[in-house]
């Protein structure tokens, strides 16, 4: 007998707005083992006003959004 699970894989977006202390680093790389992980470093020099949209995707894909 064959049994099949079904795995439920959550996208998760990180969005981060400041370089991730060790707590947040933690708990990213936990997520990073049982789901598809995405992060959004806001921190960094790229211009995300003119990238609204794809910000915006970004949410609509995630299953959750967790803001560091």
Known sequence: MVIF???NI??????LKTYPG???KKIIEEHKK????????????KD???DYNY???LIEKADR????
Do not use: P, Q
């Open 34 to 45: 049982d789901n598809h992980v995405e992060i959004l470093n806001m921190s960094d020099t």
């Open 65 to 68: 959004v967790i803001s560091w």
């Open 48 to 50: 995300y006003a003119k």
């Open 5 to 7: 699970y079904l795995i």
């Open 22 to 24: 060790e707590s947040a």
């Open 10 to 15: 959550m996208k998760i977006l990180h969005i």
């Open 55 to 57: 910000i915006v995707e």
